[in-house]
């Protein structure tokens, strides 16, 4: 068995309060000796998330500076990263010719060819067109666009305008909620645009704004943050992308296609040049968001929302289709990862997120970043847009493939880009760089959908489900959180429902919650700081081992211990009782309690009477007893029988 630092001593310690204890207040049934259970022993290895061949995958961390056009020497898919990442495209569709050269021209470079502008007109159709490969998803594209243009209301219709003339940078920070406007302020960021005016007809692109605020020294406490989401668009271009694929917007493949009026002015009348695959407007709004993120973690999920919300009003407005947006998120995810973990980038990225944190702390009157997480969600969805969790949850998952059938194998194991790790550093700051891959491997999207099976993996990644935690534990895991650190490090919680045959250890002393409908079969080791179990069944199938620090059950309904529950001498177990079995553990095999200390609160609106008796803990066979028992404003006795223990209220 494999035991973690410190563990051994607290067995060692404990045996002998193993085989003879002495619990305060009544007796029972109980027999008052038990045997040592040891601690789950998991399947013994760690998951891993490899990158791919970085042979045969050239990583686009290490080559994005090959996304150029007008370059002859990154002309083609095989040297340009930024074609390369979105290649997956190329099971759809064929362009006409396989090179950056759509409007584009460029010089001869050694044993490099020049290159020589496409004949492509941009026009669907004609003779100088590629080649639909996939009619039925090529055909479900543009139809999704008709239907949603259709269908668009006027709300949907500002917010399409909205979004495609005003800085992009401005309009992601919609979902930062709370903080919204003490972002605004302290980046000293601004718009002119507000609502569609009245001479929208004629006017063009006519944001006198600033975009994404004032950096430098300009800004001296907030400067760090404005120039770091600049420098998250280094070689981030789609115009790569565009002039390589060359193909057309969807309003220009159907009539049917309604582009919102406000924006009819906006249409480009040179289509050789105004490729739809990929959209721009995706591309900056995904890094913009990953970069806020980055920053001010607390809002990570919500801000990304908003970051996929600018892209599905791109559809909305009739510019672009889904393809062209799903593959405007992998470049900006990609392109994000590769400037954070730029060296270059190495200060600027601590000086930004510190300066987060300190000015929006300053300004919600708090000085912790926990309390700061408590402020940034305060605000319901009167006021907040991105308040309701779930539901962003579902436009998320929606947004990332549009309902699209997949056209490819829907099996394959997920693949994790190298860098990719760095996109969670800050959201999940007590893993190491391996085990965020592994979450970003298990929270993945299932295989085949069009575009999104690029080789390195990064059209899969769902980062709203990876700020969630891990998705499976196909490896034993080990927790470690350092509550002096603060923020994330201090306390977290986990909402995804975690599946796998993994063994979960938590250690340190942070508080981590689990609040999915866990499945995990390993078992559970608490072996440091605080476990909270806030659903019937986060803590899985298998075996609990309350070896050290505390399991708090705030869950509303009875928690379910698949396995076996052992309770060793300086642990503590916290019970949160309710009604409908809120806060009571009820375990499918044998309780062996070897001392500890249990602590019973009472959730509100719950309150017993002097003389009832709660049933409080049960299991297939209960041994042993608790050193001590408090419960918050009562004197109780507590009865153990075989199978149960039971607390009296005596006043």
Known sequence: MHLIPGQRRLIAASIASLFALTACGGGGGSDDTVSVLRAPQGVGHADSAPVADEQSVLPFVDYAYTNQRG??????????????????????WKPSTLIVDAGVTAVANGSLPAVVASSWTGVPGDATDGTVLSTTTHAANVQYVIAATASRTTAQELAAYLDDRRGKGYSVTDGLGPMTSAWRT???QTTTIASIPADAGTVLYNDGGNNIGVGGSGNATFGGVVDFIGAIGTNASTEAAKRFYKYARPW??????????????????????????????????????????YVFPQRFQEVLARGLELGENRILAGMHSPLDVMSGRILGQ??????????GNATLKQTAYSQAQSALMAAAGVTTAAALNTYAHAADTSTDRFADHAANKANYLRRLTYGLTPIGDTTKAATVPKGAEALLETRLP????????????TTALASGYPVLDDAEGWGRLNLFAAADGYGAFNGDVAVTMDASLGGFSASDAWQNSIAGVGKLTKAGTGSLALAGANTYSGGTEIA?????????????????????????????????????LSVIDGASLTLQIGDAGAGRVTSGGAVALGGGTLTVSFKPGFAPSVGDTLSVLKGASLRGKFTTIAVTGHEVTPTYTATELLLHIDG
């Open 186 to 188: 302290a980046a000293q």
């Open 430 to 441: 007590y893993l190491d760089a391996s085990q965020r891959r592994v979450v970003l491997k």
């Open 528 to 564: 440091g700081g605080t476990l909270v179990a806030a659903s019937a069944s986060a803590l899985g199938t298998g075996d609990v081992y309350l070896g050290a620090g505390t399991l708090v059950c705030s869950a509303s309904s009875t928690l379910s211990i698949g396995g076996a």
């Open 252 to 293: 220009r493949w159907s009539s049917s296609v309604i582009v919102a009026p406000s924006l009819v002015p906006a249409k480009s009348s040179t289509p050789n040049t105004d490729g739809g695959y990929i959209s721009g407007h995706a591309a900056e709004a995904t890094r913009d968001a990953v970069a806020m993120a």
């Open 71 to 92: 370059d002859a020497r990154y002309a083609t898919l095989e040297t340009n990263a930024g074609v390369r990442v979105v290649s997956g495209f190329l099971d759809v």
């Open 334 to 343: 990609a392109s994000a990862a590769a400037n954070i973990v730029a060296s």
